[in-house]
């Protein structure tokens, strides 16, 4: 079965400023997707950003970027230029490869809270 | 292009009722899954329906069951709910066998008193 760890629990950045959430999991796959989901208090469930471990090039979505290291089975995500609008529970998410037969169930892990300062 | 969604927005029951759920998926998509989001968690599977059948299943117990309908949208039920059973309940969808993203309704907050 996959792990996914999220080490901390809260984080704090100055608006502006840049901030890197970690993320590391466990499985014995070789093809999957990791995701990162942003959480506000509305509730929503929103894609942040996405990577397909196949491919070596980290994703970016405009201010959010990925650290992924396949070795080390690690997935941080970095937000640049932070906003007060950033400020939510952040959850590193993980997918088997369509392939695998495992249909498409997320593991989730426990969730960053990030706040914003001015 | 409609996106998830579910209702009721909140729910109030008691211990040992039961209380249904529902979701309608992203149009387009045909299969569903539901999680269970406890205060200060990440959502938990608790299974998935595709072709109007359960295709996966979580660690939860046979009080959750589910149901599909010709149209893709989704019912959870919980029977004989307990105080643990509070939670955010969560629905996603996703189109059957793709590498899409899935896509998450606003939930379901459930207060079991």
């Known amino acids: 079965a996959q792990t996914v760890t999220q080490s901390q629990p809260e984080m704090s950045v100055q608006e502006a400023e840049t901030v890197t959430l970690s993320c590391t999991y466990d499985t014995s796959e070789s093809d999957y997707y990791l995701f990162w989901y942003k959480q506000p208090p509305s509730r929503q469930m929103i894609l942040v950003i996405r990577q397909e471990a196949y491919k070596q090039q980290n994703a970016t979505e405009n201010r959010f970027s990925v650290n992924f290291q396949k070795a080390a089975k690690s997935f941080s995500l970095k937000i640049s230029d932070s906003q007060l609008g950033d400020a939510a529970m952040y959850f590193c998410a993980y997918r088997s490869h369509p392939w695998s037969g495992t249909a498409s169930k997320l593991t989730f892990g426990t969730g960053t809270r990030l706040q914003v300062t001015l | 292009d409609a996106g998830v969604t579910q209702s009721p927005t909140h729910l109030i029951k008691t211990r040992g009722q039961q209380v249904t759920l529902r979701c309608s998926p992203k149009s387009g998509h045909d299969t569903v899954s539901w999680y269970q989001q406890a205060l200060g968690q990440g959502p938990q599977f608790i299974f998935q329906?595709?072709?109007?059948?359960?295709?996966q299943r979580g660690n939860f117990p046979d009080r959750f069951s589910g149901h599909q309908f010709p149209n893709y949208s989704s019912e959870l039920n919980v029977n004989a709910l307990l105080l643990g059973d509070s939670a955010l309940y969560l629905c996603?969808?996703?189109?059957?066998?793709?590498?899409?993203?899935?896509?998450f309704g606003p939930g379901t907050r459930l207060l079991v008193l």
């Open positions: 329906y595709y072709e109007e059948e359960e295709r």
């Open positions: 996603a969808s996703i189109i059957q066998g793709t590498a899409e993203t899935q896509y």
